[in-house]
């Protein structure tokens, strides 16, 4: 059974930090684009930052300069650097596939609060 597991998210001023991971258990996704989402109350998820196999990593433009999308195949687990927190980077964390290969992979997410 494919299992991702989110962790931590937390409580954090504006202008802080968190480092978010996922671990893959259940298959290898050493191949997969792997990308970070967030979802807030009432919208969509959406992909925040992706990156591939072979370490090709993409961002949203609200978020470029800030977070840092990174893997380890070996491990089977990747990681989000976030800098300098906004409020609006408050939401539910969440990481898949990207694309989305199935939502049977969908993690519980971690959330992160940013306050101001």
């Known amino acids: 059974q494919v299992q991702l597991v989110e962790s931590g998210g937390g409580l954090v001023q504006a202008g802080g930090s968190l480092t978010l991971s996922c671990v893959a258990s259940g298959r290898t996704f050493s191949r997969n684009t792997m990308g970070w989402y967030r979802q807030v109350p009432g919208k969509q998820r959406v992909l925040v930052a992706s990156i591939s196999w072979s370490g090709i990593t993409n961002y949203v433009d609200s978020v470029k300069g800030r977070f840092t999308i990174s893997r380890d195949n070996a491990k089977n687990t990747v990681s989000l650097q976030m800098n300098s927190l906004k409020p609006e980077n408050t939401a539910v964390y969440y990481c898949?596939?990207?694309?989305?290969?199935?939502?049977?992979?969908w993690g519980q997410g971690t959330q992160v609060t940013v306050s101001s």
């Open positions: 898949n596939s990207s694309p989305i290969v199935t939502i049977k992979w």
